[in-house]
C-alpha cells in the first residue's frame, strides 16, 4: 500500500517536471501555421460547441424577420465580419486565413447553430481563436441585426448581399441646406 503510494507520487512528480521542462526549453510550437492534433482538435471543437450551447440556453431571440434588420445587420456584417469571414462574393483576406483556427465561411456554419447561439457568439467572441467579442463596443440591439443577418446567408448570392450593403441613391438623401447669405 505504502509502495502505491510513493510509487504514484514518484510519476505524479516526474509528469510535472517533464512537462515543465517541454514548457522552458520551447519544444512546444507556438506557429499558428501548426496544425493541432486530431486529439486537440477534437477536444477544442467538442468544448466550443458544448460550452456555447450551454452559456446561450437562457436567451430568448426577438423577431428576427424584419427586413429592416436584417439590412442594418447586412451593413455591419460588411463592415465588422467580411474581413475574417469573407461573404457572398467577397474572399477571406489574408487575415482570416492565416488565423489558427481559420475564420470560417460562415454561410457553411450558421445553420448548426440557433440565432440565441449566434448572437452570444458574436457578442462574447470565442477565447483561444481570432473571433473577438463585439460586445466591447456594441449594443445588444446591433449584434441581434447581425444575427438577423446571419440567419439568411446561406441562401444569399453575391448580387443580393451588394444591394442589401449598397450605399442609398444620392436623389434620396436629404439636401444639404442653403449656405447663410
Ligand atoms: C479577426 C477575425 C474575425 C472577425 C473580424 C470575425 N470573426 Fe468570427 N470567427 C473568427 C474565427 C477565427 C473563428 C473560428 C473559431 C473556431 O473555429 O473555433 C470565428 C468563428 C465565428 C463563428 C462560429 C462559427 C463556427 O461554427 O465555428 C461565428 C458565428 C462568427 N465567427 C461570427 C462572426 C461575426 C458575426 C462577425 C462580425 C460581427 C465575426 N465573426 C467577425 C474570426 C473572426
Known amino acids: 500500500m505504502r509502495q502505491t503510494a510513493v510509487g504514484l507520487a514518484v510519476i505524479g512528480v516526474l509528469l510535472i517536471a517533464g512537462m515543465l521542462l517541454y514548457i522552458y ?29 450551454y452559456h446561450a440556453r ?55 447553430w440557433r440565432p440565441a447561439e449566434l448572437f452570444w457568439i458574436t457578442r462574447h ?14 449594443p445588444d440591439a446591433e449584434i441581434w441585426a447581425v444575427t438577423a443577418f446571419l440567419r439568411r446567408l446561406p441562401t444569399l448570392t453575391a448580387e443580393e448581399f451588394q444591394a442589401l450593403t449598397a450605399p442609398p441613391p444620392a436623389d434620396s438623401l436629404p439636401a444639404a441646406p442653403e449656405p447663410e447669405p
Request: glycine letters at 12%.
Open 25 to 53: 526549453t520551447g519544444r512546444f510550437n507556438v506557429a499558428a501555421t501548426q496544425e493541432h492534433s486530431d486529439l486537440t482538435e477534437w477536444i477544442l471543437e467538442t468544448t466550443k460547441d458544448a460550452s456555447v450551447r
Open 58 to 112: 437562457d436567451i430568448a431571440a426577438p423577431d428576427l424577420d424584419d427586413s429592416a434588420l436584417v439590412e442594418e445587420g447586412a451593413e455591419h456584417f460588411l463592415e465588422d465580419c467580411v474581413l475574417c469571414h469573407g461573404g457572398p462574393g467577397v474572399e477571406r483576406s489574408t487575415i482570416g486565413r492565416g488565423l489558427n483556427p481559420p475564420a470560417p465561411d460562415l454561410a457553411d456554419e450558421v445553420g448548426e
Open 125 to 138: 467572441g470565442l477565447r483561444m481563436t481570432g473571433m473577438p467579442a463585439f460586445g466591447v463596443a456594441e
